[in-house]
T-cell receptor
Framework: GQQVMQIPQYQHVQEGEDFTTYCNSS?????IQWYKQRPGGHPVFLIQ?????EVKKQKRLTFQFGEAKKNSSLHITATQTTDVGTYFC????????????FGAGTRLAVHP | DAGITQSPRHKVTETGTPVTLRCHQT?????MYWYRQDPGHGLRLIHY???????DKGEVSDGYSVSRSKTEDFLLTLESATSSQTSVYFC???????????FGQGTRLTVV
């Protein structure tokens, strides 16, 4: 079936440390998206990656899409307390009428 | 925020009773989704719609049905609620050609 695996499930870091979360699909994706959910909130779109090997940056966040379009990563440099939340990847599969399948998410805790 | 309203926001219901959750959008977006969110499982797709009266099953559709008689409304029905359906339910919308999904505020459902 269409699944997106995401690791780790939890990550605790000291403020200033880096953080990375990884996503993997068994089949090729049309695109992959990343979302952030703050505690008690709803998921909010961060970015979309479409091209093989694509790398995009948003300030301290770096997003990568693998060459085979099956894996992706989100890297945060020098975490801040405002980065706290759960980060989800979401894969879109071909022919799926915009069907988005989410990973289980990585919950990030940042200790000051 | 996109014009998405979920109702009710909170509900407690008894096992065996039918429950309907409503998602209303003012954006005239074609695609609508229902997800459930549980600890350790991330967001799991229940059903989605790609147009009026056009719906399809997601990853965890058993025990749920949906209807979309108007572009703006997507209803999720639990025919006979069970305790395993206690969860937070999110509705989302997106448009063709732009796969970013916008989420509603969520409905917290407790089945006792």
């Amino acid at each position: 079936g269409q699944q997106v695996m995401q690791i780790p499930q939890y990550q605790h870091v000291q403020e200033g440390e880096d953080f990375t979360t990884y996503c993997n699909s068994s089949t090729t994706l049309s695109n992959i998206q990343w979302y952030k959910q703050r505690p008690g909130g709803h998921p909010v779109f961060l970015i979309q990656l479409v091209k093989s090997g694509e790398v995009k940056k948003q300030k301290r966040l770096t997003f990568q899409f693998g060459e085979a379009k099956k894996n992706s990563s989100l890297h945060i440099t020098a975490t801040q307390t405002t980065d706290v939340g759960t980060y989800f990847c979401a894969g879109m599969f071909s022919g799926g009428y915009n069907k988005l399948i989410f990973g289980a998410g990585t919950r990030l805790a940042v200790h000051p | 925020d996109a014009g998405i309203t979920q109702s009710p926001r909170h509900k407690v219901t008894e096992t065996g009773t039918p429950v309907t959750l409503r998602c209303h959008q003012t954006e005239n977006h074609r695609y609508m989704y229902w997800y459930r969110q549980d600890p350790g499982h991330g967001l799991r797709l229940i059903h989605y719609s790609y147009g009026v009266k056009d719906t399809d099953k997601g990853e965890v559709s058993d025990g749920y049905s949906v209807s979309r008689s108007k572009t703006e409304d997507f209803l999720l029905t639990l025919e006979s609620a069970t305790s395993s359906q206690t969860s937070v339910y999110f509705c989302a919308i997106s448009v063709p050609g732009n796969t970013e999904a916008f989420f509603g505020q969520g409905t917290r459902l407790t089945v006792v």
